[in-house]
């Protein structure tokens, strides 16, 4: 299977009404795979998140390049089973934003995740699955919101601090869709490290574990780097487009 990239101008996002099957159909397999979680790790919380039932790429009349993704609600517990079940709902994806933070020398930041996320250890961009507080007006899924709350959040950065690209990058890798905006500091990755790992540890209950920079492809090879995080940086770091799932 192939992890696909593509550059898009333009999010098109909507909360709409959803019936999820899953949900109904393996209640009684949710909620004790809920609790083994939970054994494991307490600190888990099973609050409302939003996954999409449509993902549609499309050209618009002026010729831009669009992602149209319809979101719908529905418990982390039960967004958690269908993904560690192994998808067993093919209609429905992960859909969310992440902020590439760059270095003025090139280099990308990637946080190391806490003991308290479900992907603990994990080295991501910081980031996080939407959720109710990112529906606006209008019905509207703001992930480009979601993205800055999330990188001044996990990091103490500020994305109006950066240049931020005008389109996005999207990364499609069989239920995931990432959508990666750059964000380029105007500091050396050394400074903008110890700015964020200074945040982290004057957090009383910080997200991150840690926090890393990575500048080229040999560091790729890290097992600790999900696929779609491989797919992104050899993109970014290497150009290129596509590799297939497994190769990082």
């Known amino acids: 299977m192939t ?11 909507r909360c709409v009404d959803h019936r999820w099957g899953f949900v109904e159909e393996r209640a009684a397999d949710i909620e004790r795979h809920w609790e083994e979680r939970r054994c494991a ?4 919380y099973d609050g409302s998140v939003l996954l999409a039932c449509r993902v549609e790429r499309t050209t618009g009349e002026d010729g831009a390049r669009i992602l149209r993704m319809a979101f719908f609600e ?26 590439a933070a760059r270095a003025r020398d090139g280099a990308y930041l990637l946080g190391e995740m806490g003991p308290s996320h479900s992907f603990a250890g994990q080295l991501y961009f910081p980031c996080g699955t939407p959720d109710p507080s990112d529906v606006v007006s209008g019905g509207r ?4 919101g979601s993205l800055m709350r999330e990188l001044a959040e996990e990091t103490g950065l500020a994305a109006a601090d950066a240049h931020a690209s005008a389109g996005w990058t999207a990364i499609f890798d069989r239920q995931y869709v ?11 990755s050394h400074a903008l490290l110890a700015r964020v790992k200074a945040f982290i540890a004057a957090e009383s209950a910080p997200e991150l574990a840690d926090a890393h920079m990575v500048s080229s ?4 090879s890290d097992p600790r780097l999900p696929a779609f995080m491989v797919a992104y940086l050899s993109h ?5 487009d596509e590799i297939p799932r497994g190769a990082g």
């Open 3 to 13: 992890i696909e990239i593509a550059e898009i101008d333009r999010l098109e996002c």
């Open 41 to 44: 790790n307490p600190a888990l």
């Open 74 to 99: 529905t418990p982390f517990s039960s967004f958690l089973a269908w993904r560690e079940f192994g998808w067993p709902d093919e209609a429905v994806y992960n859909c969310f934003s992440m902020p």
């Open 141 to 144: 899924v703001d992930l480009a």
């Open 178 to 188: 990432a959508c990666v905006k750059r964000l380029d500091f105007d500091a050396p």
């Open 217 to 220: 492809l040999t560091a790729l």
């Open 236 to 240: 970014a770091l290497g150009g290129v």
